[in-house]
């Protein structure tokens, strides 16, 4: 359920506002890494090295600051998860195969966010043989870059970050959730506020995409927090 800082007819028009604002700065460079990412080869050193960086990069995951240094300068510690990507390509195709078949589904993935959430969870197990250690910091830059990088592979996932957290901790409440000790307990409160945003946003924009709804996150992260 959505928390009630704003009505309906306003939060329709931050929608809106958002969505043109990531059309106009944002849809190339998504549609680019949409495409890089749609077939991409997770055996593939040079396949797995573009999307790393792409996204690491321009999403300003920091991913680099959560792992062990590597031994490739200038690469360094990303190249080490680069060969960690390589070595498990037959895990994170599966999970990537998983998150495709939640994105088919004729129901819709808020209905279900914990499948998502598993899979992220997975994910983040996967890169924590490359942590420098389980600090809070380190583990949010995890989270974030690994909802990043699988967002770009199948759009469904939500993209966490610090900025859309703290948003989303103003603009959804987060449902009364059972104890479940195999998933990511931050990134599941935040999914299921993004999953109630999402299924409320539908009923009032209906065109709205998920990365519509990232950017009204980090408009109101702007605007009203930082």
């Not at 944002?26 to 573009?50: G, P």
């Not at 999403?59 to 680099?64: I, K, N, S």
């Not at 759009?155 to 009364?176: E, F, K, M, T, W």
């Amino acid at each position: 359920m959505p928390a009630k800082v704003i009505s309906d007819g306003q939060l329709a028009a931050l929608v809106r506002e958002a969505a043109e604002y990531h059309r106009e700065h944002w849809l190339e460079f998504d549609d680019t890494l949409y495409a890089v990412c749609k077939n991409a080869r997770h055996d593939s050193m040079s396949s797995i090295c573009a999307r790393l960086w792409l996204v690491n990069g321009a999403m300003t995951a920091q991913l680099q600051r959560a792992v062990k240094p590597g031994i490739h300068p200038p690469a360094g510690s990303l190249a080490t998860v680069a060969e960690l990507l390589q070595r498990n390509a037959t895990t994170v195709v599966t999970l990537v195969d998983r998150l495709r078949a939640i994105n088919a589904a004729p129901e819709p993935w808020w209905n279900a966010p914990d499948d998502v959430v598993a899979v992220v969870t997975e994910f983040c197990g996967l890169l924590r043989q490359q942590m420098r250690e389980a600090s809070g910091t380190h583990r949010r830059n995890q989270r974030s870059f690994a909802s990043k990088f699988l967002h770009f592979h199948v759009a469904q996932v939500p993209i966490y970050d610090a900025y859309a957290n703290s948003a989303l901790n103003q603009l959804a409440n987060c449902p009364r959730l059972r104890a479940e000790a195999t998933l990511d307990v931050e990134y599941r409160r935040f999914a299921h506020r993004f999953a109630a945003l999402c299924q409320h946003v539908a009923k009032l924009v209906r065109e709205a995409s998920i990365r519509d709804i990232d950017s009204l996150l980090l408009l109101w992260h702007h605007r009203h927090i930082k």
